[in-house]
């Protein structure tokens, strides 16, 4: 199954599932989605792309859900913004992960702001690190978007984070997942990947 | 003499108040420890009877403590050990070993939660069902009932031991 992280055009409300059930819209955030909506489980995952919990949760519990459960069409895999204000450079790279969701590249993005975390949040110098990881054209690309959708974006990253105050979210990462129609949070702070499986494996058989 | 007789019996009776302290003692830890296991069974809710163990399991792994087969079986038995022990204590049975008993998980509970917090490590306590940061504040409370805890199993010996010197 071909993985397909953001919307091909421009941010718009999520498709399928998410909009008639409502329960993962975050009513017109840009979409950052990866994997098949009509997965049975939804796994969405507040994060903060300067948190170093997050960037554990990705590294050794994301990383593998996407292998094992989102490219088997297990899991839909739904990424929410919840830049907290003591990262001072989050809402920077939030707003660059989006403009590569809009364009089609979340994956990549999400991929190289964690993987290279400690390079650029000492300093900020996001764009400078983060633009290695892509073509000039590709990186270009990501910045024209954010200057003309500027406000689009924070609107985006905005409603992200209005959805996880009302759902209580006060830490990184904190995870949701939705089966069989209903929504549990999980432990806030992440969560290992082998009692996530244990726990998917159980959904599953239900 | 009547007057020394009857002197002789009140000053031999041991006071009611220490029982009546261990009676409001024990209670109020039982409810405690019921009301620790209802947040680890019911959450999000509803009622996790069928799965509630891959949530605490999850927050019990949190600790970075022990072993996923340790974190598993931890997370099955323990709601249903602080049901017991509730259970237990609300109706006095056996109440010096169960004071024991629970005076050595609130010892374990703070020792995990101190190296937690010593490590900064930022995680949720799952003491009281999964929302509640651990910090001092969740530590001050746990040492407290430690020390109701202690409080209780000293009482319960002390009155045993009256109590025989009494029948003696």
């Not at chain 1, 170093?52 to 519990?61: G, L, S």
Request: glycine letters at 10%; aromatic letters at 12%.
């Amino acid at each position: 199954m071909t993985a397909v992280w953001g919307a091909s055009a421009g941010p718009k409300p999520q498709a399928g599932r998410d909009a008639a059930s409502g329960l993962f819209s975050a009513g017109g955030s840009i979409h950052k989605a990866m994997g098949s909506p009509n997965a049975p489980i939804v796994m969405e995952v507040f994060g903060d792309f300067q948190c170093p919990a997050c960037r554990n949760f990705f590294e050794t519990t994301v990383k593998q859900v996407i292998d094992d459960y989102v490219h088997t069409g297990k899991v839909y895999l739904v990424h929410r913004d919840f830049p907290l204000e003591m990262h001072p450079y989050a809402m920077q790279a939030a707003r660059l992960a989006n403009a590569a969701a809009a364009t089609g590249e979340f994956e990549a993005m999400e991929r190289a702001l964690y993987d290279h975390q400690d390079e650029w949040s000492a300093r900020g110098n996001i764009d400078g690190v983060i633009s290695a990881s892509f073509t000039p054209a590709q990186f270009k690309k990501f910045q024209a978007y954010q200057a003309q959708h500027l406000v689009e974006i924070n609107t985006s990253i905005e409603r992200d984070r209005m959805l996880g105050v009302q759902r209580n979210v006060n830490q990184t990462p904190t995870v949701f997942v939705t089966s069989h129609g209903k929504t549990e949070a999980l432990p806030g702070g992440g969560v290992d990947y082998k009692l996530l499986k244990q726990y998917f494996d159980y959904l599953m058989r239900q | 003499m009547a007057t020394s007789t009857i002197s002789a019996e009140t000053s031999a009776r041991p006071a009611a108040w220490p029982r009546a302290l261990l009676l409001v003692g024990r209670v109020a830890l039982g409810i405690v420890f019921l009301v620790a296991a209802y947040t680890k069974l019911h959450f999000n809710g509803a009622w996790h009877f069928s799965d509630y163990y891959f949530f605490f399991g999850m927050a019990i792994n949190s600790y970075n403590l022990l072993p996923l087969w340790g974190v598993e079986w931890l997370g099955r038995i323990l709601p249903w050990f602080e049901v017991a022990l509730g259970v237990l204590l609300i109706s006095g049975v056996a109440l010096r070993w169960v004071g024991i008993a629970a005076s050595l998980l609130l010892l374990a509970f703070i020792g995990g939660m101190t190296r937690a917090y010593y490590l900064g490590l930022e995680i949720m306590c799952g003491c009281f069902g999964n929302s509640e940061k651990l910090g001092p504040l969740t530590l001050l409370r746990d040492s407290s009932l430690l020390v109701l805890a202690l409080a209780i199993t000293i009482g319960a010996f002390l009155i045993k031991k009256r109590g025989k010197t009494l029948s003696n």
